[in-house]
Structures are given as structure tokens and as C-alpha cells.
């Protein structure tokens, strides 16, 4: 059974860092091009970033709003994607899921809260 | 980047009903989209994918068609456990993008 599980999470100033995991198992992750996608308060979906596995290359796709800030990154002797989030901004608010796709089906985590504020 | 709507935005409907969402592109996409289901506090489920496959366990009332700037999300009888929110996303371009989503609730 496929399944995701983020962590890392929590309420961080203004400015601060952040570093989120999502643990993979139930699949090659070796294999697997990984996405986080996250979601503010009451709002839609927002496209995050994309890091490939590195077999096809290992680049990543970042969204406007957090390249620069954001980096994708992948340790796949421990099956686990990362997010480290940097110079973290209030709209960063959201939960943070982890999502990738096996198979043709697509498989999301349970996310992960994320509160930037003072 | 490619910009999403979706219509209407909000709507009520019975179980029973057939129910129909559209999504539009600012751009042709070919048939890169997805369809998500979304419930209040949950992770959303791909339902969609390529315009109109159907995803591994999806229920199969669940139907997309359309190509290059438009799509469509039909539920052809709205079942209790589908009152929920729709999303649209497009793969084709970098970014990937999701519509504003649709909310589907008791009439």
C-alpha cells in the first residue's frame, strides 16, 4: 500500500526556516518524481514544486511565489522527500501536502500545518 | 502562467442529480487536466486525469471530456459522499496550475 507522511510542521516567525519530510513507503521511491502542493486557510490548491527522481535527472520545477526561498530535495536511501523553506512569509500559511503518481494513480499525503506568523 | 476558472463556482443539487462543472484555460492545454475531489479537512483525491481517464477507484459516475480550453466534470447521479469541493488542474505548462474550485453542497 502506497502511503505519504509528512511532518515537520509548526508555527515558525516571520523570516525563519522550516524544513518538512514526507516519508514514503509502499513503493520504489527511488523511482518516483515527487510533488508538494499546499493549501492556505480556506483557499484552493497551490502547485508548490516538483523534484524528479534521480534516474531521469533530479531537477526540480518551482513555483513563482517560492523559488528562491524553497528548495525540493530527496534521500532516497531513507525513502524521504524534503521542503526546506527559507525566508518563510505570512502567506506561507498553509498545510503542505506530499503527492506523487504510481502507476497512473496519484497518491497524496495526510499534510502537514505550516503557521507563518509573529 | 496558465490561468484557471472553473463554473459555477458554488452550486446545490440532490442525491440523484446529474451535475455538471466546467473548467476553462487561458491557453490550449491539450488534454493535460485533472479533476480533484476535495472534503473539509481531507487531502484531495484525483479523480481525472488526462481530461476524461477515469482514476483507478474512482467511481465511475464520475466522467470528464474536453480538450484544449475547455472541460467539463459531469457526476452523472450525485451520491451522498460526493458533496464536496472540484478542483481543475493543468500539467501541460510549468507552472502547474488549479482552478479556484467548485462547491458542491445540499440543496
Known amino acids: 500500500e502506497v502511503q505519504l507522511v509528512e511532518s515537520g510542521g509548526g508555527l515558525v516567525q516571520p523570516g525563519g526556516s522550516l524544513r518538512l519530510s514526507c516519508l514514503a513507503s509502499?513503493?520504489?521511491?527511488?523511482?518516483?518524481?515527487m510533488t508538494w502542493v499546499r493549501q492556505a486557510p480556506g483557499r484552493g490548491l497551490e502547485w508548490v514544486g516538483r523534484l524528479k527522481s534521480n534516474i531521469d535527472g533530479g531537477s526540480t520545477d518551482y513555483a513563482a511565489s517560492v523559488k528562491g526561498r524553497f528548495i525540493i530535495s530527496r534521500d532516497d536511501s531513507k525513502d524521504t522527500l524534503f521542503l526546506q523553506m527559507d525566508s518563510l512569509k505570512t502567506e506561507d500559511t498553509a498545510v503542505y501536502y506530499c503527492?506523487?503518481?504510481?502507476?497512473?494513480?496519484?497518491?497524496w499525503g495526510q499534510g502537514t500545518p505550516v503557521t507563518v506568523s509573529s | 502562467d496558465i490561468q484557471m476558472t472553473q463554473s459555477p463556482s458554488s452550486l446545490s443539487a440532490s442525491v440523484g442529480d446529474r451535475v455538471t462543472i466546467t473548467c476553462r484555460t487561458s491557453q490550449g492545454i491539450r488534454n493535460d487536466l485533472g479533476w480533484y475531489q476535495q472534503k473539509p479537512g481531507k487531502a484531495p483525491q484525483r479523480l481525472i486525469y488526462?481530461?476524461?481517464s477515469l482514476q483507478g477507484g474512482a467511481p465511475s459516475r464520475f466522467s470528464g471530456s474536453g480538450s484544449g480550453t475547455e472541460f467539463t466534470l459531469t457526476i452523472s447521479s450525485l451520491q451522498p459522499e460526493d458533496f464536496a469541493t472540484y478542483y481543475c488542474?493543468?500539467?501541460?505548462?510549468?507552472?502547474?496550475?488549479f482552478g479556484p474550485g467548485t462547491k458542491v453542497d445540499f440543496k
Open positions: 488542474q493543468q500539467y501541460n505548462t510549468f507552472p502547474i496550475t
Open positions: 488526462a481530461a476524461s
Open positions: 509502499g513503493f520504489t521511491f527511488s523511482n518516483a518524481w
Open positions: 503527492t506523487t503518481v504510481r502507476f497512473l494513480v496519484e497518491y
